[in-house]
């Protein structure tokens, strides 16, 4: 029955998954889809710690290869915006914090993908490692030299 919910009405399934929690009737419990979805919980975190990442370098990326761009004060806000999102994100995460910077290089090599995109500068005018931090990244004062 409750597998059956959970392909039909996920939300219902959800709201009796923590009523049962809730009242402690274990039996009750799709354990292995319960298994799955916080698992899957854990993963998006993850994903949505990459993809910020991604946006702000991207951004940093721009405003290094394009300075005099119309665009910049537009980038800066955006880089602003996420760096803000990102730090309530790694806030309310300490493992996500904790290895923030492993994120940072493969964030980086999709940056680079998509700020050379429709760019003055290609691929190869950036370095092929980043060398910026996840400090540098979250610091709401840092901003790349031209």
Known sequence: MTQLLYETDF???A??????LRNEEYADLDRQNLIEE????ARSERKELHNVFVKIIEHLLKLECEPNSQAVNHWKREVQT???QLRHM????ASLKAHAQDY???AYQD???IAATGADCSIEDFPAY???TADHLLDLTFWPNH
């Open 38 to 41: 916080i698992e899957d919980m």
């Open 11 to 13: 939300s219902k399934w």
């Open 104 to 106: 940072v290089e493969e």
């Open 15 to 20: 709201l009796t998954q923590a009523d049962a």
């Open 90 to 93: 790694l806030k309310s995460n």
């Open 111 to 113: 940056a680079l993908i």
């Open 82 to 84: 996420w760096r803000i």
């Open 130 to 132: 980043c060398r910026w």
